[in-house]
């Protein structure tokens, strides 16, 4: 089973991309899904979570600007992202957690089992 990301690239600043990841031994009630990105020197950081009735959470720093979504009948989870800035130049990771009563979404990398290799975004001012 493997979680494999694509849609990155180069964009200027305000520009716009969505990110897909193929999940597709990672769909149902079973699991929550996340994306998260680690720039150079940095640490990885969760961007957004979704669980399997779509709901959602986003990091401060990308709210109102990138929307989390997954399309159930095609296995993929996207990330649309607008108005990007140079400071979201990052490797973006699509990764799915196990679901628990108490666990159903989560930005915290450690909650997560499953990774995909990552696709790479830059944005140049």
């Known amino acids: 089973a493997q979680l494999v990301e694509s849609g990155g690239g180069s964009v200027q600043s305000g520009g716009s991309l969505r990110l897909s990841c193929a999940a597709s031994?990672?769909?149902?009630?079973?699991?929550?899904m996340g994306w998260f990105r680690q720039a150079p020197g940095k640490e990885r950081e969760g961007v957004a979570t979704?669980?399997?009735?779509?709901?959602?959470n986003y990091a401060s720093s990308v709210k109102g600007r990138f929307t989390i979504s997954q399309d159930t009948a095609k296995n993929t989870l996207y990330l649309q992202m607008n108005s990007l800035k140079p400071e979201d130049t990052a490797m973006y990771s699509c990764a799915a957690g196990l679901s628990k009563w108490w666990l159903t979404r989560s930005l915290s990398q450690s909650d997560y089992r499953y990774w995909g290799r990552g696709t790479q975004v830059t944005v140049s001012s």
């Open positions: 031994a990672y769909t149902g009630s079973r699991y929550f």
């Open positions: 979704i669980d399997s009735d779509g709901s959602t």
